[in-house]
């Protein structure tokens, strides 16, 4: 639940209703109207599991990513760590510690994927 | 050039048989095809009399817009008609538009009737007899694709280098352009750098042969879409493509397009004529196209968010990306 001072319905409530209508109505339409109802829809599903897991899921993205580039780096925001672990890999950095590297990208990687398609996970 | 209504549409058509055939037809059905995100794809009737030797169907494709890392329409359409008189199975060029047509970049060409929809095509009892054969012919299409001479298509030519090392440093200069790092890519590029195989021979490669870019029937294949990122490069690029999950929609344990097997596509590649391909020397073409996939919805995805081109569509793209990196780590040896 996102805190906020709006009144009812809620942000996932308001998603729930824009959801059914695109479902309802407008999915069933024919051609490029429909296809992109159901590419809406997709979305909708994308922000709800943001709302949700969004917060918990970056914290821990970020703190793994600190601790593999070491500690001057603690106070980076995400975005910079993953900047300065490309960075690190295009200069070879990391050539001797490729699997650890690899370990983490992946956690980082399930992490979006997780918020945009859970359905695509392997097993 | 500009988005057009519809009515804007076929109001220049219609001039423009005017301008090319001498004849004026009516318009009728006109409509937006789904697919090609960035590109327009538009599908009418004419009421072609029989003299004028024109089919009653057909497409018109245009671009409203530049788009990055895809060819000039003029190029598309000299592709086309050299897959033709190839044998390989695709629309006829009707007629190519210039300038004074009002257009765009622009081309008219024969609609082939039949499926382009993965999910249908890979679902739907219509087609329960066409899956199976699919990964064959597939084979012997990039047979026929891979023969034919480059020389004169207009396409840029290779450095010395080997063609990968363009396209490495083509993907990280885009890369770096979003400000958006992905180190799954990163990796993946690296690795590509350090395993290139030997490059066996040069070739003309279609680039996005892939489910989506074929039109199938309930007898198969009917028809390859899509020569838009057509290029000079190693033959093994096309089937690494082919290959790339995405393309699979879901059917993940058939590799080739969701419909078939690697040793079915190599199989026929051979028997029509094509080097021999070995499964294992697929894989690295598979890691590249899955990177390339992924630099290109970031691409797509900055076109909406740059105002280029306004859809959720494109918009959708982006969170498509982190599919490619999974995939890229799941193929990589680290």
Excluded at chain 1, 79 to 103: K, P
Excluded at chain 2, 219 to 242: K, T
Excluded at chain 2, 265 to 280: F, K, Q, R
Aim: hydrophobic share 40%; glycine share 10%; charged share 30%.
């Amino acid at each position: 639940m996102v805190s906020s001072p709006a009144d009812r319905p809620t942000a996932t409530e308001l998603i729930e209703a824009v959801r059914e209508y695109l479902e309802r109505d407008v999915m069933p339409l024919e051609g490029r109207t429909g296809f992109h109802a159901r590419v809406a829809r997709n979305a909708l599903g994308m922000i709800q599991r943001e709302l949700d897991l969004g917060p918990g899921l970056e914290a821990e993205c970020r703190d793994r990513l600190a601790e593999l580039l070491g500690d001057s780096r603690k106070d980076l925001s995400l975005r910079e760590l993953e900047g300065e672990l490309v960075t690190a890999i295009r200069a070879g950095d990391f050539d001797e510690r490729l699997s650890e590297v690899a370990e983490c990208v992946r956690k980082a990687v399930d992490a979006k994927l997780a918020i945009s398609n859970p359905e695509y996970f392997v097993e | 050039m500009s988005r057009l209504s519809p009515e804007e549409i076929t109001a220049r058509l219609e001039a423009a048989f005017d301008r090319h055939f001498g004849f004026k037809p009516t318009i009728a059905n006109l409509r937006r095809l789904t697919g090609g995100a960035s590109r327009e794809t538009w599908s009418f009737d004419i009421d072609a009399d029989a003299d004028s030797g024109l089919p009653g169907g057909l497409i018109l494709r245009r671009d409203p817009g530049k788009t990055p890392l895809a060819l000039e329409r003029s190029t598309e359409a000299g592709l086309l008609s050299a897959a033709y008189d190839a044998g390989v199975p695709v629309p006829q060029i009707v007629c190519k538009l210039d300038d004074d047509d009002g257009l765009g970049p622009a081309f008219i060409m024969e609609r082939i009737e039949g499926e382009t929809i993965p999910r249908k095509i890979l679902r739907d009892a219509e087609y329960a007899e066409a899956r199976p054969k699919m990964s064959a012919q597939c084979g012997e299409i990039l047979a026929k694709i891979h023969a034919i001479n480059f020389e004169d298509l207009g396409l840029p030519a290779p450095g010395d280098a080997h063609p990968v090392d363009d396209q490495i440093k083509q993907y990280r200069q885009l890369l770096d352009g979003f400000g958006e790092p992905h180190p799954a890519f990163e990796l993946g590029l690296k690795y590509l750098e350090e395993s290139k195989p030997p490059l066996a021979r040069l070739a003309l490669v279609h680039g996005d042969f892939r489910n989506g870019n074929l039109i199938v029937g309930p007898d198969g294949i009917r028809s390859v879409l899509d020569w838009e990122l057509a290029h000079i490069g190693d033959p093994l690029e096309d089937f690494g493509w082919l290959c790339v999950r995405s393309w699979r929609f879901g059917e993940d344990s058939n590799e080739v397009g969701g419909f078939g097997h690697l040793e079915d596509l190599c199989e026929a590649y051979e028997a029509a004529g094509g080097d021999s391909v070995s499964p294992e020397s697929v894989r690295f073409w598979e890691i590249f196209g899955t990177v390339k996939w992924g630099v290109i919805c970031i691409v797509q995805a900055f076109t909406h968010l740059n105002g280029l081109t306004r859809s959720v569509e494109l918009a959708t793209l982006g969170r498509r990306v982190c599919e490619m990196e999974y995939d890229v780590m799941r193929l990589l040896p680290w």
